[in-house]
């Protein structure tokens, strides 16, 4: 038996993609295929289990599956050392959107666009393929535990915010050294807080935080102050090149999730927030007016937040969920 492997599965909207790691959490292989969303909890499922196959294969120097996993150079590396033996996954780490009750493995609420996802079983179907333990986790949840995961002892941080700044804003909070998930699985879900202008949000209600910062949120302000169709890294391009209206947009971006720290600093006493996602790739745009937005609602006796970008690829939510199942071994 070769030494433990971790795989992490991060079952998304539009792709699933499955990872594995050594027990470093480096990453030796990695591959993704569109999600069967709507064909139901069994064929996700079957796809993560065939991919999990797959990258198993090709790192024990079996290739040829015809699903395009590769390899990353730590994982030649790998198979190199450990030529002739089996890799051994010895443990599974799932993250997944949504409400997911992490103690037992099971989607508690899910989009519509996922059919027969909510109330699914997740973790006794993975063990009917492997049977190691499964840990799972909602998406931001483990975005989270992934950027606090290999943190050296003098960067560690007794109480965080995750933000995820996607199409819509998620978040979630680490408390005390460890990921909080409140009496529902949903604590730190920050993106549907009032009090955010007059804008209507995603979930249909108005003057969320979601509807000033979340990119779908950025593309519709857009549409409705110019007409264009551009999406949110069209309209940070846009800003770059000097567009006012534009600017002003990740302004109030970046003010709207400052206020959102402050109201997370004046009740958590948190000492970092880390920000995520697709619309925080325009960092250079968002950072300015959060740094602008944390001077102008200062909270009173609370320590300074700091601010940090999350910028560490695709594999966030995989690597977050197999530092989840680590702790399982
Ligand atoms: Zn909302």
Redesign the pocket.
Known sequence: MTSPLLLGIDIGGTKIMACLYDSDLTLLAATSVPTPASEGGDAMIAAACAMGETLALDLGGESGSGLGATLTEAGKAWAETHAGETPNIAAIGVGAAGLIDSENGVVTAASDSFQGWAGYEVRSALQHWRDVPVAMENDVNAFLIAQMANRPQSEQRRSVLGLMLGTGVGGALWLNGGIFRGTGYSAGEI??IPGFDDVP?????RG?L??LAGGRGIARLWHEATGGDEDTREVGDLARSGDERALALWDQAGDSVAKAVAICQSLLDIDEVVIGGSVAKSWDLLEPAIRRGIEAYPVPIAREVAIAHADDGDDTVARGAAASARLLL
């Open positions: 993106g549907h949000c995603t979930c249909g209600a969320h979601e509807g």
